[in-house]
């Protein structure tokens, strides 16, 4: 039987621990770059480890990082909070999964994982030319990275995303969200197309993550359908589903002298395999143009396309 969204956020709340333990980075995977962006200069990408950090550059997120490795990125973690020095040098700040505590099934998770000084620091260094890749995935992940994102408009639903209309049939899951462009839910923009034809980006499956809303002249990539529901986190008796029609759960802006893009799911930028089956999920789909998709974001950001 097909798993509703209110079973699969369920399941996701009991289970968090357990697939934690589970989930790591594909060791196989390895896509090759034909065509690098960066090959004498190196802008440094500096991934954020300092803030309970479900995804690390040595851990879930090292697919995420050895791939922008290939396209001339250089990579660093972050260790420690954000203040101006920490940010001086940096073309791209990563942050993805921060966490209110270690323990994503503690209550605590929840709580901001970030001070208000640290969300003032990183948005007026956005604000003059810095760029950032927000990625906050369902519960705890949305509550704790949500002082952030309203530096930049951005509200988070906090809770589960699934859209029983056009769902991964494979995976059994309403939460693994199909956009592609035969749906329309994958927009035609610069990140979609990419520097050329060859890197235009035609499907994507996103792997179980909240809803995002942008503000005014921010632009929508990612847009979910009207068929799509957000679930809210709690007790069974507590839980609520609610209409997620127009929202997304990618978002591109523009802000100041710099670009933010906000997504609401984490896994398509991994590859990760989870559970004694292995179960791929996130990059190393063959069935998806996720792998394009993290080059393009990582290019807009950089401003060699939109």
């Given at each position: 039987m097909k798993r509703t969204l209110l079973h699969c956020s369920f399941l996701m709340v009991m289970l968090c621990a357990v697939s934690a333990a589970q989930q790591v980075a594909d060791p196989d995977f390895a896509p090759k770059v034909e065509h690098p962006a960066f090959t004498s200069s190196h802008p440094l990408v500096l991934i954020?480890?300092?803030?309970?950090?479900?995804?690390?550059?040595?851990?879930?997120?090292?697919p995420f990082a050895d791939l922008i490795v290939r396209d001339g990125y250089q990579v660093a973690p972050?260790?420690?909070?954000?203040?101006?020095?920490?940010?001086?040098?940096?073309?791209?700040?990563?942050?993805?999964?921060?966490?209110?505590?270690?323990?994503m099934g503690s209550p605590e998770a929840s709580n901001p994982a970030f001070?208000?000084?640290?969300?003032?620091?990183?948005?007026?260094?956005?604000n003059s030319g810095g760029r950032l890749l927000?990625?906050?995935?369902?519960?705890?992940?949305?509550?704790?990275?949500?002082?952030?994102?309203?530096?930049?408009?951005?509200?988070?639903?906090?809770?589960?995303?699934?859209?029983?209309?056009?769902?991964?049939?494979?995976?059994?899951n309403e939460g693994f969200i199909k956009y592609n462009r035969e749906n329309k839910l994958l927009v035609d923009c610069a990140i979609t197309r990419g520097r050329n034809p060859g890197e235009q980006v035609s499907r994507v499956i996103a792997f179980t993550g909240q809803s995002l809303k942008g503000p005014a002249g921010s632009e929508a990539f990612l847009k979910l359908s009207d068929s799509a529901v957000d679930v809210t986190p709690g007790p069974s008796s507590e839980?609520?589903?609610?209409?997620?029609?127009?929202?997304?759960?990618?978002?591109?802006?523009?802000?100041?002298?710099?670009?933010?893009?906000?997504?609401?799911?984490?896994?398509?930028?991994?590859?990760?395999?989870?559970?004694?089956?292995?179960?791929?999920?996130?990059?190393?789909?063959?069935?998806?143009?996720?792998?394009?998709?993290?080059?393009n974001i990582m290019h807009w950001l950089s401003g060699l396309i939109g």
């Open positions: 954020d480890e300092a803030h309970n950090n479900f995804h690390t550059s040595t851990g879930r997120y090292k972050n260790k420690n909070k954000f203040n101006k020095e920490s940010l001086k040098g940096v073309s791209i700040l990563v942050i993805s999964n921060a966490l209110g505590a270690s323990m001070s208000d000084e640290e969300c003032d620091v990183i948005r007026d260094w956005v927000l990625i906050a995935d369902h519960a705890p992940m949305g509550a704790a990275a949500e002082r952030l994102s309203l530096r930049f408009g951005v509200d988070m639903s906090k809770g589960y995303t699934g859209d029983p209309n056009n769902y991964d049939v494979a995976s059994d839980r609520k589903q609610n209409s997620a029609a127009g929202r997304a759960q990618g978002i591109a802006l523009k802000v100041g002298q710099g670009r933010v893009i906000v997504l609401g799911e984490a896994a398509m930028l991994s590859a990760q395999i989870v559970g004694p089956d292995k179960v791929k999920f996130g990059m190393n789909r063959s069935d998806t143009d996720n792998v394009q998709l993290a080059l």
